[in-house]
């Protein structure tokens, strides 16, 4: 089978093509580079997302976050639901973890801002 899609790795966008055949992907075209057959190889084996929004603040201020690294697409869902029920006092450091192990992905919530 095979599996067709754009790159994200970078603004060029090349079109991908990834020849699968149960569940492992035999060979990427279509790509300017490696990290492009990094990327089709890792969204058809596991693919995932590095989450960005805000966390909302004690004192009603939004501090931007993301998470560290990125999290398996079907953790995004539980990832972003905790971030909102979650809040934190300022002040926050760029940087400064605000959550860690984010629904148990092993990876950590990160202030991309300082917030006073
Ligand atoms: S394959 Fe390489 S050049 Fe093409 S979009 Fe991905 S990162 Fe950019």
Known sequence: ??????????????????????????SVSGNNCIRGENYAKSEIIAPVRTVTTTIMSDSGIPVPVKTKDPVAKGKIFETVSQIKETSVHLPIKMGEIVIK???????????TRSVK
């Open 1 to 26: 089978m095979i599996k067709e899609l754009t790159c994200i790795c970078c603004p060029m966008g090349c079109s991908l093509k990834a020849e699968v055949e149960n569940d492992e992907v035999i």
């Open 101 to 111: 192990n984010v629904a148990d992905t092993g990876v950590d919530i990160v202030a």
